[in-house]
């Protein structure tokens, strides 16, 4: 397949701020297009530059005002499709509603795979994201899916941050974690210890159990998605009371809803580390404690790859250079 040219645009006002990280680090420009609001709150976008025959890549944001911002990717989208994009590609460095990708209980709606269905008719050949929160979701898609991983890059900080790694526990918050926990403890050559929890209701933990000794260890309590962190902070206090020196968390989304970070400030964490797939430059101003990991590099070189028709599979084992 011969495309005229590669063209990156940011699917959202959202997203601008990766999107320039990527474009630097590629050495690409970033296309304009315009991005606006009618009276009655309809979204207009105007795409300015000439995507006919282009391999489009259009980088969208999945948190903070979730609707509006899939609302304008999408739009995004469907504009490149009818002015004779070749190929469009949709970076969304988090999935927007991941947590509905099941029918939980009567009457719910499946609304990760109604996503799914929005980015595939609107015109997207190609989907790229990081850290799916079940990785089951790439089966609601009948077009190519390519999840990265946070992984390397946790393990990369580590290495780099850490002495004395054979002191070091890493916690799975809950069972669905367990794998991502142990994948990272491996590759540290540190222990292992899980958290067992019941939920009574979505964002409210009833119970923990702690499984594992963690006592005069340093911990790091390593999840997908911290939201308004009050299962986090929990965890957190739950290894601190085990015995532990100090606790740590890295999570490879910082959605950081409500008052999240005055939990956080207010917690037992000593650090609490994210990668850059969500917009937390002014939460970091009032959070001494927050720690970001760029990932437009991981991006950037996946976009490149894609666009020459080489294998991202290297990305899910090693951060580019």
């Known amino acids: ?74 739009i995004l989208v469907n504009a490149c499709k009818y002015a004779s994009a070749k190929r469009i590609t949709a970076i969304l460095p988090i999935y927007p509603y991941s947590r509905q990708d099941k029918k939980d209980k009567s009457r719910a709606p499946i609304t990760a795979k109604l996503v799914a269905n929005m980015l595939t008719v609107a015109g997207c050949d190609h989907l790229i994201t990081m850290d799916l929160h079940a990785s089951q979701i790439q089966g609601f898609f009948d077009i190519p899916v390519d999840n990265l ?7 990369n900080y580590i290495k780099t941050h850490f002495k004395g790694l054979e002191n070091l526990i890493i916690v799975s918050p809950d069972a669905g974690g ?13 222990g292992f210890a899980i958290i067992h929890k019941e939920r009574k209701k979505a964002n409210e933990v009833d119970r923990m159990t702690l499984i594992g000794d963690v006592e005069g260890k340093d911990c790091i309590i390593v999840d997908d998605m911290a939201d308004t962190c009050g299962t986090l902070c929990k965890a957190a206090e ?3 009371d085990a015995g532990a020196t100090r606790v740590f968390a890295m999570v490879t989304h910082g959605l950081f809803s409500r008052d999240a970070v005055e939990k956080i400030n207010a ?55």
């Open 1 to 74: 397949m011969s495309f005229s040219g590669m063209k990156i645009f940011a699917g959202s006002l959202e997203s601008q701020d990766i999107t320039q990280r990527i474009c630097k680090r590629l050495g690409e420009p970033m296309q304009e297009c315009g991005i606006s609001r009618f009276a009655n709150q309809e979204t207009a976008v105007e795409v300015k530059s000439s995507v006919r025959g282009a391999d489009v890549f259009i980088v969208g944001c999945g948190n903070g005002e979730v609707n509006d911002n899939l609302m304008e990717l999408l």
């Open 149 to 155: 991983y946070g992984e390397p890059a946790f393990v």
């Open 178 to 190: 367990a794998k991502r926990a142990t994948s990272i403890a491996d590759e540290v050559g540190a």
């Open 238 to 240: 739950k290894v601190k």
């Open 267 to 321: 917690s037992c964490l000593h650090r609490i580390v994210v990668t850059s797939t969500c917009p937390c430059e002014d939460k970091r101003a009032s959070c001494e404690k927050l720690d970001v990991i760029d990932v437009a590099p991981i991006f950037a070189e996946a976009i490149r790859r894609t666009h020459n028709g080489e294998s991202i599979s290297h990305l899910f084992r090693h951060v580019p250079l």
